[in-house]
């Protein structure tokens, strides 16, 4: 790492022969573990909806259902179907193809954004984690929208840092101006996460005071006239009139099917509006801390240490992305992991920031070792998150390191974002097996039961969701769909009725039992006498 890198100064250094072909190896190799096995689980709810939404398209209908979300990806999904379908890829590995491809790009976009930010060795070592992390692999491989938005908030800062560095050198930054504004239209094309757009805007502010690099209040609304130019042209379904009709819906909280989320042995409510009420502000701390390998923890929180003890250019635009992000993340009442897809990049390239400057103080001592040094502690760094992926392969998302207790506590941390519905798919062709005609499925995700059920033949199951006054109300045989982590204010009586009882098939995956169904006569029912109240967010409850 050179101080010209660090503090943003001058081009950035060529790749040269020898770090190009290891960065191309890793996105080879990140590519082929993002691909590998897509179709291995089945799909998970939100998962369903992006397919089906990609279907129609297909026969130039964009309305119906899962409106609230960006057109982008719903598009790239159609276009994969239209060619890989005819090759006999299963629909699950075609929806998820596309986040699986911009995977491979990030990796791509990082070592781009390392090298750049920290020099050529940070940038192939960010490169090698990104590629081999098995929590980075398992959420691109899930067919949402955080993989696209992580990739052009990549491009976003990458453009920012070239354009300080050209600024300072004497050349013009416009050109990295206008793609910075473009990326930044892409990414909320990708997803309307419009209260991140601040990053940019910080991190410009912030190296302002260290650069002769001025944005005037006039190119501040160019940039803005282009951004929303490529947000139009790539996601103009927000201007339909039956988006509108839906959005008054999805507002009022009429879409919302669950609103609660079970996480580290306890269920909170999960809802924006529930503010710090809701899932507790720790929760994306916790996620990181147990999420990565343990190596890629300790290197992270030495080089965060690092960038805000100095805070030069480089590290400005690393801790205003950080920043951002976890405190609007924080402050909201609704987390998900997946939504921390967009910020482990930054982790990554701390941590290969910290190994840099290991490896550079070790050369100062010993010029011989620096850079064999360097080779080790990228390599000892990097074993840790492959040896991961390679164990947890293809169901990448159940990992936790040894600091979070090991994988034996996947069930107990975040459940429902890991598992994203694991082994439904398998319960339910297990249910068409052998269930009576007419006989009802009662589950917390009936759009992926009711595919699988009509995949199986078994159009005549009648779905419904595991709640008081709708499951098991028929006089039929139910059966009754328990899934690790989908545990919520509006089953758990229900669930702990069933788990005194013996499941009528389980689904395992990794030895655990992620999915349990229970057979229930006619007349018998999920929920016992006693009512457990689901709490309210203090605005409803005024009212």
């Known amino acids: ?15 040269g022969m020898g770090f190009a072909v290891a960065v ?21 709810d939100d998962e369903v909806h992006k397919w089906l939404a990609a279907q129609r398209y297909l026969h130039g209908d964009f309305g119906g259902d899962d409106v609230e979300h960006p057109m982008l990806m719903k598009v790239l999904i159609a276009l994969s179907a239209l060619v890989l379908r005819p090759l006999g890829w299963a629909p699950e590995a075609i929806t998820r193809f596309p986040n699986a491809l911009a995977g491979a790009l990030s990796i791509w976009a990082v070592a781009q954004l390392g090298k750049r930010l920290f020099g050529r060795a940070a940038g192939l070592c960010a490169a090698a984690l990104a590629a081999f992390s098995t929590t980075f692999i398992g959420y691109q491989r899930v067919a949402k929208e955080d993989t696209l938005l992580g990739l052009f908030l990549l491009l976003v800062l990458l453009c920012l840092a070239e354009a300080k560095a050209a600024a300072d050198d004497g050349r013009s930054p416009r050109r990295y101006e206008v793609l910075a504004a473009a990326s930044l239209g892409a990414m909320m094309a990708s997803k309307y996460f419009f209260f991140l757009v601040p990053i940019p805007v910080v991190a410009v502010l912030w ?17 803005i006239g282009i951004a929303a130019l490529v947000w139009v042209c790539l996601d103009w379904t927000p201007f339909l009139p039956s988006t509108w009709e839906y959005a008054k819906t999805y507002l009022t909280g009429q879409q919302t099917v669950h609103g609660s989320l079970y996480v580290m042995g306890r269920i909170y409510p999960n809802l924006v509006e529930y503010g710090l009420r809701g899932t507790p502000p720790w929760f994306y701390a916790a996620f990181a801390a147990v999420k990565l390998a343990p190596l890629t923890v300790l290197c992270a929180a030495i080089g965060l240490c690092v960038a805000i003890a100095q805070r ?9 992305w950080l920043a951002v992000w976890f405190l609007v993340h924080s402050l909201s009442g609704s987390k998900w992991g997946r939504f921390f897809t967009p910020v482990l990049p930054a982790f990554l390239l701390l941590a290969a ?8 103080a070790l050369r100062a001592r010993r010029p011989a070792l620096g850079y064999a040094a360097m080779a080790g502690l990228g390599i000892a ?8 992926a390679i164990l947890h392969a293809p169901h990448y998302r159940l990992y936790i390191n040894a600091l979070g207790g090991g994988d034996a506590r996947v069930p107990w941390f975040f459940p429902h974002c890991d598992y994203f519905d694991a082994g439904f798919r398998e319960a339910v062709e297990k249910v068409a097996a052998s269930a009576e005609q007419g006989a009802e499925l009662s589950t917390e995700i009936d759009w992926p039961a009711k595919l699988y059920a009509e995949r199986a033949g078994r159009s005549d199951l009648r779905q419904t969701l ?7 109300r028929s006089n039929n ?13 509006k089953n758990q009586d229900a669930v702990a009725k069933l788990s005194r009882r013996t499941p009528w098939t389980t689904v395992t995956i990794r030895g655990e039992e992620v999915v349990k169904v229970y057979k229930l006569q006619p007349g018998d029912g999920p929920f016992p006498d006693a009512k457990v109240e689901e709490p309210v967010p203090a605005k409803h409850a005024a009212q």
């Open 24 to 44: 191309a190896l890793c996105i080879a190799v990140g590519l082929f573990l993002r691909l590998t096995g897509l179709a291995a689980e089945g799909f998970g």
């Open 1 to 15: 790492m050179t101080d010209a890198a660090v503090d943003l100064r001058g081009r950035a250094a060529r790749w």
């Open 353 to 360: 920031h910290a190994i840099s400057l290991g490896a550079g």
């Open 207 to 223: 190296v302002r005071p260290i650069s002769v690099w001025r944005v005037p209040l006039r190119r501040w609304f160019q940039l």
């Open 477 to 489: 045989p139910c059966y009754v769909v328990v899934q690790s982590g989908r545990l919520y204010f």
């Open 312 to 320: 030069r250019a480089s590290h400005r635009i690393v801790l205003s």
């Open 381 to 388: 760094l990097c074993i840790g998150e492959a040896s991961a």
């Open 466 to 472: 595991v709640r008081r006054g709708q499951a098991c």
